[in-house]
Structures are given as C-alpha cells and as structure tokens.
C-alpha cells in the first residue's frame, strides 16, 4: 500500500489519499481542540491512544456484524480505512446525562437514563454544529429515511456492544459522538473514530473523569486519564 497526497487536515487527523482508489491513510495527531475549535492544545500520546482504540473497538464492532471502515492498522499512530462521503451528522448516542445534555435541560449530570436516547448535529463548523431533528434531515437532502434507520439501528447496536465492554473495564459509558459514511455502492458504515476524545467515561466505582472532559474543562491529569483508559482496554484483552 504506498502513501499519497494528503487530502484534508482535520482538528485531530490528516486523511492521505493511496495508490488504491476506495482506500486511504488517517494518521492521528496530538493536537486537541475543544469547543469547535475555540480552545486549543496538545495533549501527548493521544494520536497513539486514539488510533490505537478506535481499531481495537472497531475490530470487535466488526465482528458483532456492525460494519466499519477500519481495514488494518500499519503503524502506532496510522491506519488504512475504507474511502467513504461522510453522512454530515454527528450522532450521539446517551446512557447518562452530562454535558450539552444537561446545560440544555438545566439537570445535573449523571442521571442514569432507563433507555439510551439518540440524537443529531449537522456537521457545520460555521455554524457550530447544531442540533437537528429527522424531518430536517430529510428537508435538507442529507440522508434518506432508510439510511436514517440503518443510522440509528446501528448506533444503538454499537452502545449496547460498548456499553458492556467498557462496563467489564470498570468504565461507564457515558455518552459518545459517531459517524457514518456511504460506499461507493451506497452501503453505510461506521466511519471517523471512538476514542477519548469522542466518548464519555467515567470509572464505574469513583466517577473519575478518564476522557477528553479533563481537556474540555480544565481539571488538570489528561494524559493521565488518556493513558489509563488505555491501560484499562488492554487489560480487558
Ligand atoms: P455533548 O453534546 O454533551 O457536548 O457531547 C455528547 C458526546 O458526544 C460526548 O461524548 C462528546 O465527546 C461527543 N461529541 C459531541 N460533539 C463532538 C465533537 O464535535 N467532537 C468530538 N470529538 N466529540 C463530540
């Protein structure tokens, strides 16, 4: 597999074209933003954490029949994927409340909901990725309603997989952020990363913050939480 240009330089990864057409490179980088973009840093060793995870998760999500675009990994901090157009939304998939949720409704954060709740955000960063609903998405032609409930199926799908796992890690899933893509054929998959930086944990017995909240807020000991979540998902084997 050789390396080509780079096609796109994103806030926490750059995404190389290959000699083959339907494939490319994402290499991960340290850098952090938060609060689309607004809030900058560096937070050492993340590339090698998040590729590192977002395979090993993706890995075990393939083989519970939800299909991805990981293809193989080929180094610490890069690995080939399949080439897909991005479905624009960000979906986000809840099983405690924290963050935007809890601002938004004005409740504290760590409720524990009876069912996981599933929600959207146009992918904008001009204008800082709002929330929006299905009849929106149908209204502005950025996915069909078959694509819809393939998107939403399968969110649901990778939670009560994650959920488990990370439980058997010691680590509440508290939330996350995924993406999904469309082959050239139309097929969705499961695109970008599930990392750190795009989940909620919190360890199960303190409620430890072990994600990218420790960055987002200020509360100090990142790579520490970064390093440990690691450690915890490759103890689990
Ligand atoms: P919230 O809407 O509460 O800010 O985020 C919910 C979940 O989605 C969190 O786990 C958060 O990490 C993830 N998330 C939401 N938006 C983004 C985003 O723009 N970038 C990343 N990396 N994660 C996001």
């Not at 180094?75 to 809840?94: F, M």
């Not at 994600?211 to 979540?229: C, H, S, T, W």
């Amino acid at each position: 597999m050789e390396k080509r240009e780079q096609l796109y330089e994103g806030k926490a990864k750059k995404v190389y074209a290959t000699d083959d057409p339907a494939l490319l490179i994402v290499s991960y980088k340290d850098d952090a933003t938060a609060f689309n973009g607004k809030k900058k840093g560096t937070i050492a060793g993340k590339g090698v954490i998040n590729n590192q995870m977002s395979n090993a998760l993706m890995r075990r999500l393939e083989s519970q029949g939800v299909p991805t675009h990981f293809v193989e990994e080929l180094s610490e901090r890069e690995t080939l994927v399949k080439k897909v157009a991005i479905v624009p939304l960000e979906v986000i998939v809840r099983n405690v409340s924290a963050g935007s949720f809890a601002k938004r409704y004005g409740v504290a954060e760590g409720i524990v909901f009876s069912a996981p709740t599933v929600e959207f955000s146009y992918k904008n960063d001009a204008l800082d990725d709002p929330l929006i609903c299905l009849p929106h998405i149908f209204a502005l032609g950025l996915a069909t309603k078959e694509e819809m409930d393939t998107i939403i199926d399968l969110a649901l799908g990778v939670n009560a997989f994650l959920k488990e796992f990370w439980a058997g890690c010691g680590v509440t899933l508290v939330d996350f952020k995924i993406e999904f893509g469309r082959l050239a054929d139309g097929t969705i998959i499961l695109a970008d990363e599930i990392s750190p930086d795009t989940c909620r944990l919190w360890d199960s017995a303190t409620g430890e913050k072990l994600d990218k909240d420790r960055f987002r807020r200020d509360l100090g000991g990142v790579e520490d939480a970064y390093a440990e979540i690691m450690r915890r998902l490759k103890a689990h084997g």
